[in-house]
């Protein structure tokens, strides 16, 4: 027996229980998420018994610095943050690194100091100077 008597309301309703297609729903991502991944093959490079794959890095390096200030390492340009990393960088290992340090005529004291400042601040032991113009 109904509360309210109009038609409307005496029709049966339908309803759907939507807990058993939950679970299917859940069942069939846990499959999928557990298939996708032997589908796709990634080649990824192993490092052999030798121990080969690591090249390190060499011990002497080659700092030009121009007259504008300008760095290059090895011939390669850099910034001051850039020569700090590679700095920080070049200090792990068992050897200590080697920089040569080769200066434009004219070139500008701040641009000294801050180099000399970098590798003061890495406690870098190993460094020469060497007259960039005579070569």
């Known amino acids: ?20 297609m939950i679970g299917v729903l859940a ?14 093959r990634i080649p990824v490079a192993m490092p052999s018994e030798s ?8 011990r ?3 700092v030009r610095v121009a007259r504008d200030g300008a ?10 943050s850039e020569f700090d990393w590679f700095v920080a960088s070049a200090q792990i290992g068992n050897r200590p690194p080697i920089f040569h340090l080769r200066f434009a005529s ?5 641009a ?11 406690d870098v032991r190993y460094f020469d ?3 960039d113009d005579a070569r």
């Open 27 to 40: 069942a069939l991502l846990a499959l999928f998420a557990l298939a996708i991944p032997g589908t796709q």
């Open 129 to 131: 100077f060497e007259d």
């Open 1 to 20: 027996m109904w509360l309210n008597d109009s038609e409307a309301d005496q029709q049966p309703r339908a309803r759907i229980d939507l807990t058993p």
């Open 112 to 122: 000294m100091a801050s180099l000399l400042e970098t590798l003061q601040r890495h």
């Open 60 to 62: 002497d390096f080659d």
């Open 106 to 110: 004219h070139t500008r004291y701040q």
């Open 51 to 58: 121990g080969d794959w690591f090249a390190p890095l060499p």
């Open 71 to 80: 760095l290059t390492v090895e011939a390669l340009p850099m910034t001051a």
